[in-house]
């Protein structure tokens, strides 16, 4: 396949109505298109159509992935949920962007050119859409983790300079959600400096008794006329648009119940979070090579169990290779050439080489001529081709 497109776009505040999806349907005869998504690849051409203005007109969320290496994903917020201001110290050249419309914003985080040629040979695209949609509700929460990361994919990927300072850190940075996982790995966000950047976090989230506290206090002071909209949005199978409405007011409330001025935590340099990404890297190689000492002791414990259990009938083991060298069969051969290692480092284990030696000489006199089964034997050090 010498070119790869897909395209995912999904309708969550509001679904499409038939008109719309006519529009759509007018640039794709063969896409999938329902009142919630437009999916669709392209193998020979391209999408007829605007992914932007798409997303201006139709969608909230939006992947395209292409096996060129490149990745991106669009979200749509509600203008009202956030100011302007939110965005300034997160926006890099290419990698998080932000577009005004009249009524929403569109967010956009972008990998350009991967040097995981791999990773793009067998990425079709599916599934990215259900791992990052949870960023929207998790924006619209006020959790700034989602844009952090896409300054730091811009660090990443080069185009932030060593002396620009980062965005004030928001709490959380050493334990993202699924959904923010999901969007590092999307964005190729190098694992040591995603540590480096954690190691100033803050205990931020609230005990789950405090923020069930505080939703009460809210609801009990909501108008009676709001609460009965909201009702009226649930009966009318509206579920969606009455959840948006509900947590854009809780929002607004809680950053008006905010004090003004907030501790800060120290914000570092880009020089200075690639001095600590460096200092995570030794930290990860040291712990890597720990745990694969670890399992390597433990994968010795359970081949000597294993080859404890051939010592206990080494006769039946003699007796099992023969009949599958009688098979005469190139699979049987492996099996019989496995078999022996086992067999000779049970032996090691267990009494003596030379007690292996006598009875593969044994073994080799009545099968010797299987000059395929000799290679074999040959290839894993247990037999010379000359021996007799």
Known sequence: MSEYQYYEFVAIDQPLTPKQMAELRAHSSRASITPASFVNDYQWGDLKGDPIDWMRRYFDAHVYVANWCTCLLYLRMPKSAFDAEVFRDYKTKTVFSVEQTKTHWLLAWGLDESDNYDRFAEEDGRGWMGRLAPLRDELLRGDMRPLYLGWLAGVSAGEVNEKAVEPQPPPGLSRLTAAQQSLAEFLEVDEDLLAAAGLSDQQGSKPDSE??????????????AEKTAMLKLLLSGR???????????????????????KPETRRRTVAELRKLAASAAETRKRHEAVQRKKTEAERQVKRETYLRTLAAGFDQCWQAADKLAERGIASAYDEVNRALVDLSDAYALCATRADFDRKLVQFMARHGKRGALVRRLADAGLWKKSSR
């Open 211 to 224: 923020s069930d506290a505080e939703r009460d206090v809210w609801i009990a002071a909501l108008p009676t």
């Open 239 to 261: 579920a969606q648009q009455a959840e948006r409405k509900l947590k854009l007011r809780f929002l607004t409330w809680q950053r008006e119940r905010q004090p003004v001025a």
